[in-house]
Nanobody
Framework: QVQLVESGGGLVQPGGSLRLACATS????????MRWYRQAPGKERELVAT????????NYADSVKGRFTISRDDAKKTVYLQMNSLKPEDTAVYYC??????????WGQGIQVTVSS
């Protein structure tokens, strides 16, 4: 079955960096667009970054442009989110996503990122 498992979250001070990873299985990773979303307390889930197949196209929310970088390793079936110059407003649960695959959108379990001094 399709599985997406995030790792790399945690507590970091403002201005710091974190690298999230999403390890996947159960589908043809190289043939799928991958996305990172986040959801802060009391807010709707928002799309943070997208990477197309082969990594040829990336897109970012305005709020993270120039600070976050999405990348993929098709051999490892893993997508990454490098987050630099973190701000308190980046605090959220971050989710890996792909789909739809046969009509279903798939999500990881989410991972907490907290930016605080």
């Amino acid at each position: 079955q399709v599985q997406l498992v995030e790792s790399g979250g945690g507590l970091v001070q403002p201005g710091g960096s974190l690298r999230l990873a999403c390890a996947t299985s159960g589908f043809t990773f190289s043939g799928r667009t991958m996305r990172w979303y986040r959801q802060a307390p009391g807010k709707e889930r928002e799309l943070v970054a997208t990477i197309s197949i082969f990594g040829s196209t990336t897109n970012y929310a305005d709020s993270v442009k120039g600070r976050f970088t999405i990348s993929r390793d098709d051999a490892k079936k893993t997508v990454y989110l490098q987050m630099n110059s973190l701000k308190p407003e980046d605090t959220a649960v971050y989710y890996c996503n792909t789909g739809p695959i046969t009509g279903v959108n798939y999500w990881g379990q989410g991972i907490q990122v907290t930016v605080s001094s």
